[in-house]
């Protein structure tokens, strides 16, 4: 039988998986994922009084760099030429913020590790932002929501 894991080779090594055969197309992820904080520290974001600045401008800001540089945070994902990043951070009172990421381009291997760490990263920079607020804030539910183009074709999550 053989493995669905794609990440080892024949001697059971850890290997990038070669996608040189692959013909490039388009290709789309979409994550998703929360940073749950007191109501107070939402409160602080959204009046624009954390001393360190515009959180989620800058959260967001993170998330992009964060999907470009992907490759260099996990081993084994490729460097990829990403035609678009986009990071949306949506207040969900009275206690949360929503990030989503969407990641594009035209290519030989999809975009989920750059999504999830777009939207990872920008939980995480809210909360360094935050975090002499309120050291409690928990990132939650960080998911793949969607994916398409490749051989394997559309993912939607439930």
Known sequence: MTSPLTHFDEHGRAAMVDVSGKAGTSRIAVARGRIVMAPETLRLIQAGAVGKGDVLGIARVAGIMAAKRTSDLIPLCHPLLISKVTVDLTPAPPDAVEIEATVKLTG????????????????????DMCKAADRGMRIEAVRLAHKSGGKSGIYEAE
């Open 108 to 127: 030989q291997t999809g975009v989920e590790m750059e999504a999830l760490t777009a939207v990872t990263v920008a939980a995480l920079t809210i909360y």
